[in-house]
């Protein structure tokens, strides 16, 4: 079976730094269902990483805008970019468009039997219009609250478009029960019911997780990660003026806050931290590739995850960081924008901060810190045992229901 996999974001190769959660599906997929054969569609940027084709998938790039070094939509993800620069949007247009040509042309070329759409736009709404004129079914992803943001954006068109792209697609999938809830109140309970849709984690690639590093030594030193992109809705403004309401306590551990990513908002969490003197106590550590990033993760005393709602009403599915916490056997804190109190209950299996303040995150890393080890790590095997639902074979099946 072909099955075409369209999205915004998907790296080139292993050198390049985008978000790879698309990739690692596809791959768990492809390794537990051999006779899926996967061809990516996503667009160009502007990095001169070469796009490669492994023995999961292959890749089709689309241009969308001349000149090309001027592909930048994508980059840190197309709501983030506009909210940058409001020059982005002369690039939507365009862009819609030449994704919609470059689907037709890779469903009629490589005779494709399904499109897998991943965000509702501009990925679903095209797949839709392909499915139409090539009737060709398709199904689609989506990761948080893109599909809203389509009913605010199209005054009096957004509804009908929403209602007849989910209502056309062989089945739905979001992250969370929280996006797909925003989802179902464009429908009555009678006609959601009729829509095939699903709650479906995006799954980490366990296969590639060797639990082998070993946790910082110096019990001296309380050690907190962030992973992820510096983007407003991952609220790390917010985690690390917490540290400056946290040292102000008296605490018998030295902190060390890791950032690790890169992003728009760089620049202001660097004045952040200037302002409450915490260079000695935040760094950054750049970028981390899939094999460093997992022992990061391990070696760390705990990963915050302190996502936000953003000014333009973006929020989080479930971020993969916090799976990958918990399977790494490290403690896991999520602000409850996260929606990992799905998955997460608060000190028992890992930690959720409700308030997701500077004040009330101090409070709650204040807690964690203090508590006995043994609680500690009584919580991180709960964590553990919670995720095995979403390794690598368990999640491709649940996606491999949902697709086929």
Not at 59 to 81: A, D, E, S, V
Not at 303 to 318: K, M, N
């Amino acid at each position: 079976m072909k099955i075409a996999v369209v999205t915004s974001t998907f790296p080139k190769n292993f050198f390049d730094n985008v978000p790879k959660f698309v990739e690692t599906q596809v791959i768990n997929l492809k390794t537990n269902f051999p006779n899926l054969e996967f061809y990516i569609l996503a667009p160009q940027n502007n990095s001169r990483e070469t796009s490669l084709n492994t023995k999961y998938y292959k890749q089709i790039r689309f241009n969308y805008f001349w000149p090309k070094h001027f592909q930048k939509l994508t980059n840190n993800g197309i709501i983030n970019q506009l909210k940058q620069n409001i020059l982005y949007y002369i690039m939507v247009p365009f862009f819609v468009f030449a994704e919609l040509f470059a689907l037709i042309r890779l469903v009629k070329q490589e005779d494709i039997d399904f499109i897998y759409a991943h965000w509702f736009f501009p990925q679903a709404v095209n797949a839709y219009i392909v499915s139409k004129i090539l009737k060709v079914p398709f199904s689609f992803t989506s990761h948080s609250s893109d599909l809203v943001i389509v009913d605010k954006k199209i005054p009096f068109l957004g509804k009908s478009i929403i209602r007849k792209v989910c209502m056309s697609a062989k089945s739905i999938s979001t992250p969370s029960e929280k996006i797909m809830s925003l989802i179902k109140k464009y429908f009555s309970d009678e006609e959601f019911k009729k829509i095939d849709h699903h709650v479906i984690p995006m799954g980490i690639n366990s296969n590639n997780i060797s639990l082998d590093t070993k946790k910082n030594n110096d019990k001296s030193v309380f050690e907190i990660l962030f992973v992820g992109r510096f983007s407003e809705k991952k609220g790390v403004d917010v985690l690390i003026e917490s540290i400056n309401f946290l040292l102000q306590k008296s605490i018998s551990k030295k902190i060390k806050l890791k950032l690790a990513g890169e992003g728009e908002e760089e620049k202001r969490y660097k004045h952040i931290i200037k302002k409450f003197d915490l260079d000695n106590v935040v760094q950054f550590v750049g970028y981390l590739n899939e094999k460093d990033k997992y022992k990061a993760i391990q070696a760390a005393d705990l990963i915050v995850v302190p996502s936000i709602e953003s000014s333009t009403g973006d929020i989080e599915g479930l971020p993969v960081v916090v799976l990958e916490g918990l399977y790494c056997q490290t403690a896991v804190l999520a602000s409850e924008y996260t929606n990992a109190n799905e998955i997460i209950e608060d000190s028992i299996n890992g930690f959720i901060v409700k308030n997701i303040n500077p004040y009330d995150l101090a409070k709650k890393l204040f807690e964690i810190i203090n508590l006995d080890p043994k609680i500690i790590q009584e919580i991180i095997n709960e964590g553990s045992s919670t995720v095995k639902e979403f390794s690598s074979r368990k999640n491709s099946e649940n996606f491999y229901k949902f697709l086929i």
